[in-house]
């Protein structure tokens, strides 16, 4: 057998690795992070590829650490910044994203880690990639990297020295990183997409296909991440009144994640946590637009729908506010007064039915008038609902209950009759008789008549009252196993209004609700939900504003826009006529 020849590289990486001696591996491995970024090495990329792979294995393990890793991508992510010639040679275009990347993988949850990277100088490098001296591409793992940093009390202050600008450039990125990566990478033909981006996004091996999958997945990765770094301020009460301006308020309502995202609250995220001060919730009271949106996704099937709610009682218990917004938030929360548990928050009806009470006697005995009729209707009808229709059903005997019941049957049965005869108003009064009469414990009988009732509302045009009907119909079977046909209701009822994103989360409930049915033995989607499901995945698709925006100047088409980083990285890799060979170890 031929042996392989022994390594004449001083210093090699690689040979250190293997070196079987603990206390000769540390010194080598040291010395190597201190030279590595005063070397013109071919292998560096390889090098931080491994580093790369190994920081997201193992991101506690402290032997990196404390042997200069920190200080090396420091100083390596400078270089890239400050040489062109040397970013351009070779592969190291690749080095300052995998030397961010592991940065931020190092400080993601460990403090003393964050502490070390501090310390060796990692802040003025990341900024330089947040700045947009490369791309988008390094502004994402630039971002990620400080949100860890800025996350950590001991850090924090190192962040906190550049605090406006970081709050400026983290609000621009995530108001307008989706408009860049589709103007710079995914609206422009093949040919034309910067190699190095195509190679990290699908590790060398993806076709067109799954470049552009991945590159929606990093810009909706961009954005969260970005709106994570300002979380990490907000929470912290700094900077508010920049963070509040009144048109990033508006964009941010807009800023979900999208379906490749959906782990982050992204724009509800923050909002929440603005409504936990008091010129935060200021500055959300003053936008309706703001409050509509929150409204919408405290009716929702949105994963987020907890924080909507939270924001809507913060802003309901202040009393500065309370009445700036019970007008617009009293119609939305009423309807989710029987909601008892909702993921790891409990009695969440009962706290919306105190807060939305708590002065009720005032507007009931004419001490208080409200702007809006349709909001002190609501409140007369939560009264009516939570408080005297309790103490109706008490008084009642149980030979009571059941003729009640026997009643409301009926009801139902002719509610149905009129509505199979095309009587669609009469329908909806006989339903709205039996749900007056029928007793708050017999909650089956409510979901199907609310239901009913929902179905209705949505021949007669009326989504708005469609959409209350069928939350009430949910949040009285529970979300553990919500009533399916009011999950299509509302699908539609949201559809007409326009609102894509909550018509898709309740149209894909409803699905899901299908599957898990035990009444199902062989599932299949039914046409009509596949074709609402195609129908919001278009107008909910992350770029679609982008696309759009940029579709309607006439100056430029789409694919003519190239990349404006600071060193135009592709135009500078077309005249050197670099390409990449080989597959990249990503």
Same mark, same amino acid.
């Given at each position: ?17 293997? %070196? ?39 991101? @506690? ?36 994203? !995998? ?29 330089? &990639? ?27 202050? $190192? ?19 989706? %408009?860049?990566? !589709?103007?710079?990478?995914?609206? /422009? ?9 195509? @190679? ?67 724009? /509800? ?24 949106? /929150? ?12 924080? $909507? ?46 807060? &939305?009470?708590? @002065? ?24 009516? &609902? ?40 009469? $329908?909806?009064? /006989? ?12 909650? +089956? ?49 949201? @559809? ?31 046409? !009509? ?9 278009? $107008? ?6 982008? +696309? ?13 826009? %190239? ?7 592709? %135009? ?15």
């Amino acid at each position: 057998m031929h042996s392989e020849p022994p390594c004449s590289k001083l210093n090699c990486f690689f040979c250190t690795m293997n %070196e079987p001696e603990p206390s000769v591996r540390r010194a080598k491995l040291s010395q190597c992070f201190k030279e590595m970024p005063l070397r013109d090495d071919q292998e560096h990329v390889l090098v931080l590829s491994g580093l790369w792979n190994i920081s997201m294995a193992q991101p @506690d393990d402290p032997e990196f650490p404390a042997l200069g890793i920190f200080e090396c991508m420091a100083k390596l992510i400078h270089r890239g910044i400050i040489d062109q010639n040397w970013l351009l040679r070779g592969q190291n275009i690749y080095i300052p994203y !995998y030397a961010a990347h592991i940065i931020g993988s190092y400080t993601m949850d460990n403090p003393q880690f964050a502490e070390k990277a501090v310390k060796s100088g990692v802040v003025l490098p990341l900024m330089e &990639l947040l700045r947009g001296k490369m791309s988008w591409v390094e502004q994402r793992v630039a971002v990620r990297a400080l949100g860890h940093l800025a996350s950590h009390e001991k850090t924090f202050e $190192a962040v906190v020295v550049h605090e406006v600008e970081i709050i400026s450039l983290a609000m621009e990125i995530a108001s307008n990183c989706l %408009e860049v990566v !589709y103007k710079e990478f995914v609206g /422009i033909k093949a040919r034309k997409r910067p190699k190095y981006h195509c @190679d990290l996004l699908t590790r060398g091996v993806g076709e067109l296909e799954l470049q552009s999958r991945k590159a929606e997945e990093w810009a909706s990765q961009l954005q969260c991440w970005s709106l994570y770094l300002l979380n990490c301020f907000a929470s912290k009460e700094r900077c508010l009144n920049l963070i509040c301006n009144i048109e990033f308020l508006n964009n941010l309502c807009g800023m979900w994640g999208g379906l490749v995202n959906l782990t982050s609250p992204a724009g /509800i995220g923050l909002l929440r946590t603005l409504c936990s001060s008091k010129t935060g919730r200021e500055n959300v009271a003053n936008s309706r637009q703001v409050m509509e949106s /929150i409204c919408n996704v405290s009716r929702s099937s949105d994963d987020w729908q907890n924080m $909507a709610i939270d924001c809507l009682l913060l802003l309901l218990k202040d009393p500065e506010t309370r009445y700036g917004v019970i007008d617009i938030a009293a119609s939305s929360l009423v309807d989710l007064v029987e909601l008892t548990s909702l993921g790891e928050s409990k009695m969440v009806g009962e706290t919306i039915t105190q807060t &939305l009470l708590q @002065d009720y006697y005032k507007i009931k005995f004419g001490f208080l008038k409200l702007k809006s009729q349709e909001a002190e209707k609501a409140l007369e009808e939560l009264w009516e &609902l939570r408080v005297e229709n309790i103490k109706r059903d008490k008084l009642m005997s149980e030979q009571d209950m059941k003729e009640r019941q026997v009643l409301v049957g009926k009801l139902k049965k002719q509610g149905n009759q009129k509505f199979w005869t095309g009587k669609i108003e009469k $329908a909806c009064k /006989i339903y709205s008789k039996a749900l007056e009469l029928c007793p708050l414990n017999f909650r +089956k009988e409510r979901i199907v008549l609310y239901s009913n009732r929902a179905q209705c509302y949505l021949l007669l045009k009326n989504p708005a009252a469609a959409i209350s009907d069928t939350t009430r119909a949910l949040c009285l079977s529970g979300t553990v196993s919500p009533h399916s046909k009011s999950l299509w209701r509302r699908s539609q009822a949201y @559809d007409m209004k326009g609102l894509a994103k909550e018509s898709l989360m309740d149209c894909i409930m409803f699905i899901n609700s299908r599957i898990k049915s035990e009444h199902t033995k062989r599932v299949r989607i039914p046409y !009509y939900a596949a074709r609402m499901i195609n129908k919001q995945m278009n $107008a909910t698709w992350l770029f679609a504003n982008a +696309k759009s925006k940029l579709c309607t100047k006439k100056e430029k088409p789409v694919d003519e826009y %190239e990349s404006k980083g600071e060193y135009q990285l592709q %135009e500078m890799m077309d005249a050197k006529n670099m390409g990449f060979p080989g597959k990249p170890m990503i």
